[in-house]
């Protein structure tokens, strides 16, 4: 499902128009980002966590010769840890 399916579905579930299902998806979208990048923690119970953590820096091999030793800078990464309702739903 892309962003304009889901839009779509939004708009029949939550029988809003277009404009305004896609007005929620970019405001929960934004709202997740800026959380983020402020070292915040999103979390929507039963659903999940959304958390930011920093990939620390590391030693690497260059692909194109692989003789060459790099180093990998750090980077902060998005993760998402699954809620107990959404883990029991897959698994059924």
């Known amino acids: 499902m892309n962003k304009a399916e889901l839009i779509i579905?939004?708009?029949e579930?939550?029988?809003?128009?277009?404009?305004?299902?896609?007005?929620?998806?970019?405001?929960?979208?934004?709202?997740v980002i800026k959380q983020l990048k402020d070292d915040k923690?999103?979390?929507?119970?039963?659903f999940g966590t959304f958390l930011s953590r920093i990939r620390y820096a590391?030693?690497?091999v260059n692909p194109q010769k692989p003789s060459?030793?790099?180093?990998?800078?750090?980077?902060?990464v998005a993760k998402f840890?699954?809620?107990?309702r959404l883990r029991d739903e897959?698994?059924?």
């Open 9 to 11: 579905k939004i708009q």
């Open 13 to 31: 579930e939550a029988e809003v128009s277009k404009k305004q299902a896609e007005a929620m998806i970019d405001t929960f979208t934004n709202t």
């Open 41 to 46: 923690e999103v979390t929507i119970a039963g």
């Open 58 to 60: 590391r030693g690497g």
């Open 68 to 76: 060459e030793r790099i180093t990998i800078p750090e980077v902060r």
């Open 81 to 84: 840890k699954t809620g107990k």
């Open 90 to 92: 897959l698994k059924s």
